[in-house]
Structure formats: structure tokens, C-alpha cells
């Protein structure tokens, strides 16, 4: 009688994996990527990145035993298989949804999530904060972080190796080197990965296996081959790679196929077993099994809903986004001034820098996941009379809040930070919502923070910002426009002055970015139940339009602030403290922002909605400060 063919669906959890032959694993590698790709092609997600790891990911959890044993995944966006396996396939159609499963790793979702993540080069130290609790309690789990190529140019990848190595902890490295971060990967370490890559140590082995052949064979061989062990413990520095690795205190091994399950658990079994810290050096394909993502990985890292048998995306724009038109009003800006330079953190595309990286190669500076030396890097340029503009997400913006104070604004440097994906971004959920950077940005001196409500005035704000010869920086949303007529030249704005949109003589709705957009709406939904609300566009988080937000206030006694952004420390928190300190504090005030708490995945509008940012929670907070007479 012939087995039954093994399904995914039997997997209710790793230990289901032990004991399968070859081929079912193999089996369930095709199924899990057609499960992917399905999934995946309606949620939208991390396609390129999850087929890659398919067989890393089984091969690990055939190994360990998790939960007791820990996977630390690096941001964590190649963790699909490892949820398929570990009890989660019922919800996987909910990836990425609105009370649905995290596109991400998170503690609270599953015991065999020991670390959540999103933002990259976390997991070295994680696993080292693992492995040094295990040690203090003497227990005897094993611990393996799992990081790319990409996650690995981050600083904080390099803190974490310098530590694990000195420490010299029991825990093993996965490095996943795929050659692409999103974009292809960069950098003096990824070119050094290269050499391990052109299959160098295959090569020195297998040379060497035969001359051990050779030297056996002969009188007195055994001896010439200790001799020759002892020589090239000598010499292996000069020619054997990983030593980088070996020299930082780590045992290395590879580079392997990442897509052969039997020497993945092979490579993964003595990993596991060997003392101290070890680097398995695994070689994947971005993409793999889906030939539009083999082909065009870069697209298919992070894809919205897509047709399978295409590959093309489902989504239409009907307006050109945020990002595009900063990349072409910068490309305008650069065609007049030849300072202006241009650096992402590995963002080429996502903030819209990619064409002016084709125009300008030499001006555009891709510094890898490494938003730290992005600032400091960026202040050096602007020390040296460049003018450096960061093109960042405003999530990944965070890690660089030291150099933005000690470096740029410190110095005054004139760095332009161009915060893409400010406010709330959707389906990434909690990690990559852009809702500190006005709280972050707001309280440092010499700092200009604007927020444009359209398109339009994106290009007015790149502008003014160099021209200013001081630290600034200017906040949009992720996605399209609000489709205005971008046409015309761009203009400088006064500093510290805001936009009246529209004049009321009810209550005044403070508004920052395109909430000011909202806002309008709101106006005429009030208008109709004889509400006379004036509608004021901030522009300028700081300077704030004291004059104009006093005298609106003097005049109505009625605020409400609006800002896709945390309450604490933000736009309706300046304003608070400008009316205290001009004994205004009896002004009725409504803020509306994100409230103490981290905001979960799920699509804008829903979002949005929970926390009154749309038309209808505006006109209600109007509602209520006209009410509380
Ligand atoms: C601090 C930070 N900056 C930027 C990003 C955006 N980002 C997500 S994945 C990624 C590339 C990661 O490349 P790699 O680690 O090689 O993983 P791969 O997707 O190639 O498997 C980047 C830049 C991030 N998550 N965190």
C-alpha cells in the first residue's frame, strides 16, 4: 500500500515536521509557496522575500524544537512559512487584515513568536538578549536568529555581532543572502559576501579533500596531513572566506544552498550543536517558485493584491502619490543647484528617490538599511556645503533621533528630512505607522516641521526647506494625492505662517497635512446645521502661527486640533501650550490625533475612523466643543 501524499494541512505544528522523508518535505515546500502566493496575491504582502525562505524556514523547524528552542526573525517580514507551520493556517486568509493575522512576527500572537519585529537588524541582539537569559538560567533551549543580507548593513546588526561575538554566546546566525534588500543590496559588506558567494569555499575544500586523498595514499601521508591541518589553521586567514566571521569569534559555515532542504538540516544540525557563536551562510532566491517575482523581486518585495497568472498588480492609481511628486520636484530642484544631493536608507524606491537616482546617480546616495549613518552622513554633506536631502519613512526616521539632534540640529546644518509614509499606513500595521516624527521632530531647536495638505504644496515645502540654510524637514502621507494641478513653479512659504482655508466665526478646526482637507469637509457638513467653522491649514507645525491661532481663539474660544499623528507631544499639544501661555486656557479645545497606544494593522479608512480622522470625527468634535457651553 502506497502513503498517503502528505497536506499542509496535517502541519498543526513543528513537531508534525519530524520524521518526514525528503520528498514530503519537499512536497510541503510546493504547497506552502502555492499557499503563499494565493494568499498573498489578495492581502497584498511580502511575496518575494516569503518564497525564498520556504525551505529555510521548514528546514529550521525540523531542527528546532520552538516554542522551547527560539526563532528570531529580522524584521520579520519573511515570516509566512514559519506561521503556516506554527498553528496559524486557518487565519492566514486574515494576513495583514484588520484584527487578522500580523504580516509581521508578534509575541502576543503566538508562543513560537519569542520576538516581534518590523524594522530591520534587531534580531542579532534579541537572540544575544535570548541566549544570555538562557545562560543565567542555566537552561539549555537553542537559539538561532535569522537575518538578510539586507537587514545586515544596519549598524545595529554590526553592535549585535560585535557583542555575540565577545560574548561568545551558544546561538546561530542565519544569514539569508538573497543579494537584494529591496533594491539590489549595497554596501563593502554586501560586496564581501559576493567573494563567499562566487562558491570559493566549495572549491578550497574540495582541493583540499583531494590532496588529503592524495597524501594518505603515500608512506608517512598521515603525518604530511597533520602538518598540513596545522598549516592551514595558519594560513586560512589569507585565503579561507567567513573569515571575517571566524575573526569577529564566530564559526562559520557555508555558503549553502538555501533552497536544499537536506543540507539546510545538515548545515542547521551542526550549528546548533557547535560551541559559541556560528554563521550559517545560506543562499536563497528572492522570489522563488514565482517566476514575476524571480524576475522582478524589487516589485514583488512588498506587492499589493495581484492577478497570479500576470503578476500584475491589481491596484490603480488614479493620481500620482506623494512620493512621485517629491521625487520630480526634487529632480527640478536638483537641475538648478548642484549641491542638492539625495540619500535613502535603502528606500529607493518607497520614497520616490529611484528617478532621481536615474537622473542623478552620482548625487544619489542609497546608504542601506542604516538610517543612523544616513543623518550623520547626510549633516558631514551639509557641513561640507552640500545640501543633503533624507528621503525616509518617517517610521524608519526613529532610529536616527540622537544624530538629528546631536548632528544636524545641534550644528543648525541645512539636512532636509523628507519624511514619506507620515501618519497612518495600513496594512504594515503598528511598526511602520509614521505617527511619532511631529513629536520627535517638534521639540528640537533650530528644527522647521511642515506638513503640506496637498501635493501641491509638497513641491512649495521641498522648496522652501532649501532654501532655509537651516535643519528642516516636511511630513506626507503614503499613497496618492489629493489630485490638484501641479503645474505651476513652486513657491517659497513664509515660515511659521498658516493657511486660512476658510473663515468662521463658531469655532476655529486647526488642521495638519491633508486633515486640513478632512477638515473642509467637515466645515460643510456643519454648515448645514448653521455651524460656522473656520478651516486653518497649519503648514507649519514649528514655527506654529501663534498670531493667527491666538486671535482665532480670542475670537471663537473654540479649537479642534487635527494631526495623523500621536496626541502627546504633538500639533494640538503645541497649541495648548501656546494658549496657556497666553492665558487663554479657557479656550474650549478638542484634539484629535492617535491617543496613548500603538495603532494596529488594517486599512486607513478604518483607521482613520477609530480615531475621529475623517470628515465625520472632525464634525463631531465640533459638535462637541460648540456643545460644552
Ligand atoms: C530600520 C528599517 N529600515 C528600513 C526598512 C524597510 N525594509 C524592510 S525589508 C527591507 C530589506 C531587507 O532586506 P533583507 O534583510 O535582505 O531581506 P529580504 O527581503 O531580501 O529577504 C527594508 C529596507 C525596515 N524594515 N527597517
Redesign the pocket.
Known sequence: MTAMPIKLEQIKSPADLKGLRPSELQALARQIREKIIQTVSKTGG?L???L??VELTLALHTVLETPQDKIIW??S??CYTHKLLTGRQDEFNTLRQYEGLAGFTKRNESEHDPFG?????TSISAALGFAKARDLRGTDEKIVAV????????G?AFEGLNAAGHLGADMTIVL???????AK?VGALSSHLAMLRANVTPTIRRAREDLTRMLERLPMGQSMVMAMDRFSDGVKGMVIPGMLFEHLGFTYLGPIDGHDILDLIDILEQAVRLPGPVVVHAL?T?GKGYRPAEED?RSF??ASPFDISTGRSERVRERPTYSAVFGDALCRAAEEDDSIVAIT???LD?TGVECFNRRFPSRTIDV????EHAVTFAAGLAAAEMKPVVA??S??L??SYDQIIHDVCLQNLPVVFALDRAGVVGDDGP??HGVFDIAYMRHVPNMTVMAPRDEAELQDMLFTALSLGTPASLRYPRGEGEGVELDREPEALEVGKAEVMREGEDLAILAVGTMAHRAMEAAEELATEDIDAAVVNARFIKPLDEDLIVQMARRTGRLVTVEEGVLAGGFGAAVLELLADNGLDGTKVERLGISDEFVEAGAPEILLGKYGLNPAGIAAAARRVMSSD
Open positions: 511580502h518575494a522575500s516569503n525564498g525562505v529580522d524584521v517580514h519573511q519585529a518590523g524594522h530591520g537588524s537575518i538578510g543580507d539586507g537587514a545586515l548593513t544596519g545595529l539569508n543572502d538573497n543579494e537584494m534588500s529591496i543590496n536563497t528572492k523581486p518585495h512588498s536608507a535603502a528606500m518607497g542601506g538599511l542604516a538610517e525616509v519613512y517610521t524608519f526613529q532610529r511598526t511602520h
